[in-house]
T-cell receptor, first 112, second 113 residues
Framework: QKEVEQNSGPLSVPEGAIASLNCTYS??????FFWYRQYSGKSPELIMS????GDKEDGRFTAQLNKASQYVSLLIRDSQPSDSATYLC????????????FGQGTRLTINP | EAQVTQNPRYLITVTGKKLTVTCSQN?????MSWYRQDPGLGLRQIYY???????DKGDVPEGYKVSRKEKRNFPLILESPSPNQTSLYFC????????????FGAGTRLSVL
């Protein structure tokens, strides 16, 4: 099993709806999780980090961490066409030193 | 402006011709790393550096070299590029360690013919 796995999509969501992106992780992953957004042809940028079980909200974005089920989600409320991008889930694994591992990314398209 | 600068942005080369991709950050970050991004495989770490003169292999180090002689610079060297190194490369830096926020450069799209 890969340390961090995502459905590559594409995921299509109508404008104004909630987009839900999911990521599962293995036992090797520690407690730090990140969501990066990457527009086509651009570099990734951090949009959310979450370290404890439960929800963390930042504007239209909510990250959810469920340690018992080993998944982390990103919800985007009131989706806008500008949210169309690839979303990368990343997590820290302990492998001697800390190591950041990325999922393969989920491509999200918001349809006007 | 805080940034990570990579050069060149685009590069087409031929098999076996040595090349260097430069990376420089102006945030006094200790941690720097190189990733390659390929369709369906996400970002994979090539090498990382925790400080000056301290480098270590990531997940896919074969065919690459790095150096960290100064804190701000972390060049990626391909001694003898091969077509399977055709990819999109990103340099990233973070304040102290890998779990900090990663700031990415704009990327270098490399084609090896």
């Amino acid at each position: 099993q890969k340390e961090v796995e995502q459905n590559s999509g594409p995921l299509s969501v109508p404008e104004g709806a909630i987009a839900s992106l999911n990521c599962t992780y293995s036992d090797r992953v520690s407690q730090s999780f990140f969501w990066y957004r990457q527009y086509s042809g651009k570099s990734p940028e951090l949009i959310m980090s979450i370290y404890s079980n439960g929800d963390k909200e930042d504007g239209r974005f909510t990250a959810q961490l469920n340690k018992a089920s080993q998944y982390v989600s990103l919800l985007i409320r009131d989706s806008q066409p500008s949210d169309s991008a690839t979303y990368l889930c990343a997590a820290i694994i302990i492998q001697g030193a800390q190591k950041l591992v990325f999922g393969q990314g989920t491509r999200l398209t918001i349809n006007p | 402006e805080a940034q990570v600068t990579q050069n060149p942005r685009y590069l087409i080369t031929v098999t076996g011709k040595k090349l260097t991709v430069t990376c420089s950050q102006n945030m006094n970050h200790e941690y720097m790393s190189w990733y390659r991004q390929d369709p369906g495989l996400g970002l994979r770490q090539i090498y990382y550096s925790m400080n000056v003169e301290v480098t270590d292999k990531g997940d896919v180090p074969e065919g690459y070299k790095v150096s960290r002689k100064e804190k701000r610079n972390f060049p990626l060297i391909l001694e003898s590029p091969s077509p399977n190194q055709t990819s999109l490369y990103f340099c990233a830096s973070s304040l102290a360690f890998e779990g900090d926020i990663q700031y990415f450069g704009a990327g270098t799209r490399l084609s090896v013919l």
